[in-house]
């Protein structure tokens, strides 16, 4: 059975940092490409960024090009996403997500390949 679990969530204040962590069970991540996603209240889910299997190419939002890094270590079975310079409009539910389509496939900002997806973890920023 395929597991996602983000963590390192919670409450920052503007301007500061957090990293956030997906590690999967079930799963060998090392041949996938992977995202980030997040929600916010009353909107809908929205691509954060995404990073290929090999971690060489990456591809962010433009609300969060230079302030966010995605990043991976297949040998943890694990994805990153270390969240700098945070702003209240980050605020969400952010979710990690595997994209089940070959490896060598363009990295997409669509939710359609992606198939397998974590709980969420909540990210707060006060301003």
């Known amino acids: 059975q395929v597991q996602l679990a983000e963590s390192g969530g919670g409450l920052v204040q503007a301007g500061g940092s957090l990293r956030l962590s997906c590690a999967a069970s079930g799963i060998s991540l090392s041949v996938y490409n992977m995202g980030w996603f997040r929600q916010a209240p009353g909107k809908e889910r929205e691509f954060v960024a995404a990073i290929k299997w090999s971690a060489v190419t990456t591809t962010y939002a433009d609300s969060v090009k230079g302030r966010f890094t995605i990043s991976r270590d297949n040998a943890k079975n694990t994805m990153y996403l270390q969240m700098n310079s945070l702003k209240p409009e980050d605020t969400a539910v952010y979710y990690c997500?595997?994209?089940?389509?070959?490896?060598?496939?363009?990295?997409?900002?669509?939710?359609?390949?992606?198939?397998?997806w974590g709980q969420g973890t909540q990210v707060t920023v006060s301003s």
């Open positions: 997500a595997v994209d089940r389509r070959s490896r060598y496939y363009t990295l997409t900002a669509s939710q359609i390949p992606y198939d397998y």
